[in-house]
């Protein structure tokens, strides 16, 4: 239980280091450039969440194929070469396309500028968030998940403290919350790096042609949680679209105080889900079904709890809060996020269990359930609900959105699971119901 705890203790602190890049630049923002400002960064942030969910695609895929084959292989050097190609790709559209891109996001003749700018330094840097994120997972899954928690923690510390240098005292605004989130995943890196002196090593680093097969498989296994961080990205495309058209840009920065909460929470999940992975994809490799069904109940458990305690800070203190992202104080900006938080946030309750699901699945190797969890999460359910209920109920249809779906998808992941229960009763045993 104690090794539990542990992994699951580092990966959620790496992941919520990760989440507080984006959360830092939104408290910056909101308070060095304003109501403008927070809507563009929530224009840009689908991409942020694009280039982190391939990290993760590599990253989540390769490291439990490297761990289900028992550590062998030279997968980890076939697809860092392969995020770095990608990455590359993505450095080429911000140096040339930025501004087209913008405006196919959304970005209005008051926020286009500013959208731009952030974009700018995010898509150049790509190489680099691709390549953290890869080496997160494979560092965690080769027994070192210490290292991984410090290198996020290091590098989230770095964000928040040059945020404020270069928005206040250096007065960057908008390319100072960019400049410092693109050099934090060069100091993780860094860090990371510093694994080739551990000890239980079996990670090694050399030239290798990335093999298709590799590749494939890899995203197979890592395509839930690809999917699972581009549903962040995709709703709050979706969102911005349809509160465009409710609200304007007011709406937008409203959903924006909420957005990066939820991204905040939902890395709270992902961290107790990747915690486990690890550790669900070893004792699968022995076929230690006892075990597999104690670290699932555990990840349940405890990611169940965060929601709990998270839901109950955000009700209580939600002025606070918005707050603390309004620095002019507008009275309609308040009046949004106030009504949205309670109905929103409900979601938080389906999310823990369904984001822990998905990558449970993910981990012993059965990529079909994962992905359609994460499917029925970010798009099959989600994009239909958000564009009725919003054009039925207004801005109130669009806040229950969320926990309408989470609720759905939850419906899904337990019959996935007694269907799993049912088929596979030498890994969970005869009476495994969760």
């Known amino acids: 239980m104690n090794e539990i705890k542990g992994y699951v203790t580092r990966s959620v602190l790496s992941t919520l280091g990760l989440s507080l890049y984006i959360l830092a630049d939104t408290f910056f923002i909101a308070n060095g450039v304003g109501v403008l400002g927070l809507a563009a960064l929530n224009i840009a942030l689908p991409l942020f969440n694009l280039l982190t969910g391939l990290g993760l695609l590599l990253g989540m895929g390769g490291a439990t194929l490297f761990t289900l084959k028992g550590r062998r292989g030279d997968y ?36 286009v500028e500013l959208t731009v700018m952030y974009m700018r330094f995010i898509l150049v840097m790509a190489p680099f968030f691709i390549s953290n994120n890869l080496c997160l997972a494979f560092i965690r899954n080769d027994q070192n998940p210490q290292l991984a928690m410090k290198a996020m923690i290091c590098s989230s510390l770095f964000n928040i403290v040059f945020d404020y240098i270069f928005v206040f005292p250096m007065n960057l605004g908008m390319a100072g ?52 961080e581009m549903s962040t990205g995709v709703s709050i495309l979706v969102f911005n679209q349809v509160l465009i058209g409710l609200g304007g840009d007011i709406a937008i920065a409203a959903y924006g105080v909420l957005a990066n909460i939820l991204v905040v929470a939902l890395s709270l999940f992902t961290g107790v889900a990747q915690g486990i992975q690890p550790l ?33 800070l955000l009700f209580f203190l939600k002025y606070p809060i918005i707050s603390a992202f309004n620095r002019e104080n507008d009275p309609i900006l308040i009046q949004l996020a106030a009504a949205g938080i309670p109905i929103f946030f409900l979601s938080l309750f389906g999310s823990s269990f369904n984001v822990v699901f998905s990558i449970f ?17 970010g798009y099959i359910f989600l994009i239909p609900l958000v564009i009725v ?21 939850l419906l899904f992941s337990f019959f996935f699971l007694r269907q799993y229960d049912k088929s596979s009763k030498k890994m969970l045993g005869t009476d495994s119901a969760i």
């Open 280 to 312: 669900i994809s070893r004792a699968v490799n022995k076929g230690d079904t006892p075990t597999v069904k104690k670290v699932l109940n555990f990840g349940l458990r405890t990611s169940f709890l965060m929601a709990v305690g998270l839901y109950l």
């Open 389 to 409: 209920l919003a054009g039925i109920f207004g801005l109130t249809g669009a806040w229950v959105s969320l926990p309408v779906t989470e609720g759905a998808t």
């Open 76 to 111: 980890f050097s076939q697809l860092l070469i392969v995020g770095a190609a990608i990455g590359l790709f993505f450095t080429i559209i911000g140096v040339f396309f930025s501004h087209d891109l913008a405006l196919l996001l959304g970005a209005s003749g008051a926020t």
């Open 177 to 228: 919350a960019a400049l410092a989130t693109v050099l934090s995943p060069i100091l993780s890196l860094m860090i990371l790096s510093t694994h080739r002196k551990f000890s239980k090593r079996q990670l090694s680093l050399t030239w290798a042609i990335p093999e298709l097969r590799t590749i494939t498989k890899s995203v197979q296994l890592g395509l839930s949680s690809f999917l699972a």
């Open 361 to 377: 699945f993910s981990a012993i190797g059965r990529a079909k359930q994962a992905f359609a969890l994460a499917l029925f999460r």
